[in-house]
């Protein structure tokens, strides 16, 4: 038997299947000054406007301009905001960009980090674990509100992009995870369905690398299998019928399932890798990268999971995994392939360049030993 650490996030509540309207009054009650975080594309919606009410006279300042891959940039401009106003509380609706860049935003603002090298220098390596949370609560932190299906505000690290570089970093620290978490099925109406259904794929990502990893343990085994059978139903209902509200709110509490089990430290694999070399180098949403990798990399490590891999096939009622989630993916309108996003074969050695030897990439469980075998996965994608 060998030691292991389960570490829970520093998150307080999940409310899941209530409507923000009900669940936000409660979770703002306690503070003065508070930001909203949102995007433009939801700025001037009903989701917006329906928190705006609910934080009523606290609200002091709205930062609706949060790109994807929440860019250095726009991460200063709010952690610049959050200063200025004595922020006390932060409500961040959206996406996953909106949710990380909202966490890397606080971090900055707990730790003073002012300029593009100080946020720079705070990126930790990937596949670091969270400190303990044992000390001093920071302020101000995170009630999120999510409007996809990333599952970011369950974890405490986030992802930032420096857009001049194209190289996308890793914040991590155990009070960045949101205080509190509101599931309303509703949230994800405004949601384009390709956006919405892509970061489901990203949520079946979380799950499945997991369940195929080499060094699974029960709680991830329990909590990944089950949010790929939620996904595996409840994904299709959605894209048949995009106003089943019951639908919706299964793949947020699948979603929500599908990154428990980095809670017991069992790690991802080469998908989010080179998912997030996609990202900082291409701009390819975060959501697509795991409909054009997923299916790839199973195929890739087919040789030393396939009985893991079996179950997978089983869920999506394939023969094999690689494939079966590739049908899956295509049955949902969703790109399969890296042709599909402007990515040709001559791009491929450079973005395998790309890859520094960290994790997760370092951690998939088909041994990754350097840029060719990265570029032997992104072949099986082109």
């Not at 508070?34 to 009903?46: D, E």
């Not at 946020?119 to 995170?142: M, N, V």
Request: net charge neutral.
């Amino acid at each position: 038997m060998s030691a292991h650490l389960h570490q829970w996030p520093a998150q307080g509540r999940v409310h899941h299947g209530v409507p923000l309207a009900e669940a936000l009054p409660r979770e703002v009650a306690g503070a003065e000054r508070v930001i909203l975080v949102t995007t433009r594309s939801l700025a001037g919606g009903a989701l917006v406007q329906a928190a705006k009410a609910a934080i009523g006279a606290r609200l002091a300042g709205v930062f609706a301009t949060m790109r994807a891959h929440s860019p250095v940039e726009d991460v200063l401009a709010l952690a610049a905001l959050l200063r200025a106003e004595r922020a006390d509380l932060v409500v961040a609706v959206g996406g996953g960009s909106v949710i990380d860049g909202s966490k890397v935003a606080c971090l900055a603002a707990w730790q003073a980090l002012v300029d593009h090298a100080s946020l720079i220098g705070a990126a930790t390596s990937r596949g670091s674990e969270p400190a303990f949370w044992d000390g001093a609560t920071p302020t101000p932190r995170i009630i999120a509100v999510p409007t996809t299906l990333s599952a970011a505000e369950f974890a405490p690290h986030a992802g930032y992009t420096d857009l001049v570089a194209g190289r996308k970093y890793r914040a991590l620290d155990p009070w960045m995870v949101p205080r509190a978490v509101i599931l309303d099925p509703a949230a994800t109406l405004e949601t384009p369905a390709a956006l919405l259904l892509s970061s489901g794929i990203r949520a079946l990502d979380h799950a499945a690398e997991r369940w195929c990893s080499t060094a699974p343990q029960p709680f991830s085994d329990a909590v990944s299998l089950q949010a790929m059978e939620m996904l595996a139903e409840h994904l299709p209902r959605v894209h048949r019928a995009p106003d089943d509200l019951i639908a919706r709110a299964a793949c947020q509490q699948a979603a929500w399932l599908s990154v428990m089990g980095g809670w017991s430290g069992v790690p991802v694999g080469a998908s989010h890798g080179i998912g997030y070399i996609l990202g900082g180098a291409k701009g390819v949403p975060h959501g697509i990268t795991s409909c054009l990798m997923l299916h790839a990399v199973m195929r890739w490590n087919a040789p030393v999971n396939e009985a893991r891999q079996a179950r997978v096939a089983q869920i999506l009622r394939a023969e094999a995994a690689g494939p079966g989630i590739e049908r899956f993916v295509r049955a949902l309108g969703l790109p399969t392939r890296l042709s599909e996003q402007g990515i040709g074969a001559a791009d491929i050695p450079g973005l395998a360049a790309r890859w520094t030897g960290d994790a997760p990439i370092a951690t998939n469980p088909r041994p990754v030993r350097d840029a060719a075998d990265v570029e032997a996965i992104l072949r099986l994608a082109a």
